[in-house]
């Protein structure tokens, strides 16, 4: 495992991961795990402020990887370059390649409705519409022009489920989501992102809103999760990172610093500002 | 002390005291104005006692108490100061030339109320108070003396009202229906004519067609004229307690009461007929008198065709200008400009609206799509439409800014979470932000309504008339006639209150009107308010 990760953590050959990442060469090859999302080379702007910088990395399928670092590290910034959700702020540039098996994400002949079924986000802010629960799980579906009740039965049974949620509500489908717990809220938002069936699921800080026990449930869920899809998760809380992410990416002030083994950024950092920070000596 | 003071100052005691008096006092003038209407408007309804004096020189005076007072500059010696005075509403115009008399306390010699007067609602002249001294039919009496006279003529009014109902369907649905038929034939043959062809078989059909509706106009016109010489078979001859005749027909009367043997419940129940009379009825005399149904109807008709023109106008104004445009100077100085709308005068919104929709679009329409009623307008005078188009642009800049409201209220995790789903802009804007925002609109619908049901002034200039011939709305195709002019609360209270021939008369009416403007005022409001609550309680469910 260990091995097949390193071998997808192998850098590429651009200059800026000469200082970031190099720390992880490996010469081992394996074709069990294979990258879902490159990042080369990329730097993003938002109008004048340069938020990333050269930022240049590789997210294997089927893994969680976990983003850290301090505020305004422009962890974030990256997690939503992945679903072009950054298109939506004025002023905002991006230069470099991100791809997605292969095809960069950033080329003109991308639909990018297409893209954001592929790669679900879930936010900080849980954010369920003031709907139903089931109208929030169709959401996604019904844009797709599913439109059989059946199957949309199914789609929000099935997703419900993934999202661990199911036997919480499936007595009151057709009561407000606002009337749920926010751990519940956060998680009808993991299931209403599963119903469109992504391939990536992005998570913008999921957990720091809600009290542990619901934290809790959704990191178990994230184990379950992974074998369906893959998992890209940005959070502030180290202990989080280390528990549930198999890959994890250290950011500070728009550069990645360190990306790794999670075991070994916890452990054996080889970058000493890493090593500040996963000790709490800052940030 | 001075730091007793300042502590005092600074704890905000005051300030709160202050805060509260200002609450107090709006809330009292709110509650004063509704009270003063609720109490003269209210008081209409119920039917008032009468009153029989005799004055120290002999004569007698009978009618409704209607106040007393002190007599103002009554320091001369021929008026003693602290004298008082009563007015009385005396009715009998006919015969006295004014509906209201004042009497001095000390001229009363005597005073009580006879169970045996009647109070008589006519057709013309207004009230007659005074008793009955024979009912005849034709040269025969049939009852003579009051007792009797009144029994006659119960079944009597009952009958002449039934007529009138009959005279009335027959009027306005029978011959009605036969004049829209006549004219629309008439339009047409003129129609042909204006494209070159009065020669064709169509001219001589339709020609032979209005002959026939003509001769079974003339036929209705006989029975009407039956009808009303039905009317004039009994007459009645009223004593006003002077002694003074008055001879009048039967049909003349709307009804005959005797207040003063009224019991409480009887009183009640006519209170509410009375109420329901001024809501369904047309109006009689000039509008003093009568109902105002076809007010109350126009004005809500025409709130309503204007909230389904501003609500759709304004909505999308305000996405566009939230959602699509680039928040810059332009949209800054756009907005500025919309608000300053709201504070435009109404009448220069009458002027435009005039102007614009009246002459130029409905000088157009009239010229391309009713050039065969020329020179008659058809949509190229005010009417309906053009009015509730006036007070939609009166009153999209409130639309525009609450929706823009309710807009940015919508959490922008909304618009992500939407998007983030693969929605495109549009369908997040169709399926989250729009329901989000609706609570706005339809706060902005009912700033809107509040406004544009209050207005008068600009509707002077684009389509409202004192009486209206028909109503906007019948069972002739296509149902709703948008050109039509009508009547409408607001201008029903200046009309009445103000270019009424007598305008004492016509106080009651006035606050009758007022009450039930604010009662529509209100209805709308609250209906609108319950829309709100409801979409409200659709999208958003109790905190747990």
Known sequence: MSAGIDAVLQPHHTAAQQTANTTMASTQRSQDIKPKITVENTDFFYGEKQALFRVALTVPAHQVTAFIGPSGCGKSTLLRCFNRLNDLVEGARITGRICLDGKDIYAPSVDVTDLRTRVGMVFQKVNPFPKSIYQNVVYGPQLQGVRRRSVLDGIVEESLQGAGLWEEVKDRLHQSALGLSGGQQQRLCIARALAVNPEVLLMDEPCSALDPISTAKIEELLHSLKAQLTVVIVTHNMQQAARISDLTGFFLMGELIEYAETKTIFTNPSDSRTEDYVTGRFG | ?544
């Open chain 2, 1 to 544: 002390m001075p730091d007793r003071i300042k502590k005092f100052l600074d704890s905000g005691a005051l300030f709160i005291w202050f805060c509260g008096t200002a609450v107090a006092a709006s809330l009292l003038m709110v509650g004063g104005v509704l009270l003063l209407i609720m109490i003269n408007g209210l008081g209409f309804f119920w039917p008032h006692a009468l009153v029989e004096m005799t004055l120290s020189d002999g004569t007698r005076v009978l009618g409704e108490l209607k106040s007393e007072e002190v007599i103002p500059y009554s320091e001369t010696p021929e008026f003693p100061k602290g004298k008082t005075r009563v007015r009385l509403k005396v009715g009998n115009r006919d015969l006295y030339g004014l509906d209201f008399r004042w009497v001095d306390t000390d001229r009363i010699a005597s005073a009580d109320s006879p169970k045996d007067a009647v109070a008589f609602e006519r057709r013309e002249w207004g009230n007659f108070y005074g008793r009955i001294r024979e009912v005849s039919r034709g040269e025969d009496i049939v009852a003579t003396g009051n007792q009797e006279g009144w029994q006659a003529l119960q079944p009597l009014i009952g009958r002449a009202n039934d007529l009138h109902e009959e005279i009335e369907h027959l009027q306005r649905d029978v011959i009605g229906d036969i004049n829209y038929e006549i004219e629309g034939t008439r339009l047409r043959i003129r129609e042909l004519e204006l494209h070159g062809r009065s020669q064709t078989p169509e001219v001589t059909e339709l020609q032979a067609a209005t002959k026939q509706l003509e001769s079974r106009y003339h036929k209705h016109v006989e029975t009407l004229r039956a009808l009303s010489r039905q009317l004039d078979e009994y007459s009645v001859v009223l004593v006003e307690t002077n002694g003074s005749e008055k001879r009048l027909a039967v049909g003349q009367i709307v009804k005959a009461l005797r207040p003063n043997d009224m019991s409480l419940i009887e009183k009640i129940l006519r209170y509410f007929i009375n109420f329901w009379s001024v809501l369904s009825e047309e109006p009689r005399e000039a509008n003093t008198e009568g109902g105002i149904f076809p007010a109350i109807f126009g004005t809500v008709m025409m709130v309503l065709i204007m909230s389904v023109a501003v609500v759709p106008f304004g909505v999308l104004a305000a996405f566009y200008l939230r959602e699509y445009a680039r928040q810059g100077l332009i949209v800054r100085v756009i907005r500025i400009a919309v608000n300053n709308l709201a504070g435009v005068p109404s009448i220069v919104f009458g002027v435009f609206g005039l102007g614009f929709f009246v002459y130029a679009v409905g000088g157009t329409i009239d010229n391309l799509f009713y050039p065969e009623a020329l020179p008659t307008p058809t949509f190229g005078t005010g009417g309906i439409l053009w009015a509730s188009f006036t007070l939609a642009l009166l009153t999209v800049p409130v639309v525009i800014v609450s929706t823009e409201e309710g807009l940015s209220a919508v959490p922008q995790e909304y618009r992500e979470g939407s998007l983030a789903l693969g929605a495109t802009k549009f369908e997040s804007m169709l399926r989250v932000i729009l329901p989000s925002a609706l609570p706005g609109i339809l706060t902005g619908l009912i700033l809107a309504v509040a406004r544009a049901t209050g207005e008068v002034a600009p509707l002077m200039l684009t389509g409202v008339v004192k009486l209206a011939p028909a109503l906007p709305l019948d069972h002739h195709f296509p149902f709703l006639h948008f050109e039509r002019k009508f009547m409408h609360l607001g201008f029903h209270i200046f009309d009445v209150g103000f270019q009424s021939p007598n305008v004492e008369a016509a106080k009651p009416m006035v606050y009758v009107t007022t009450l039930i403007l604010v009662m529509v005022v209100i209805g709308l409001n609250l209906s609108a308010v319950a829309l709100r609550n409801y979409m409200q309680k659709k999208f958003k469910a109790s905190a747990v």
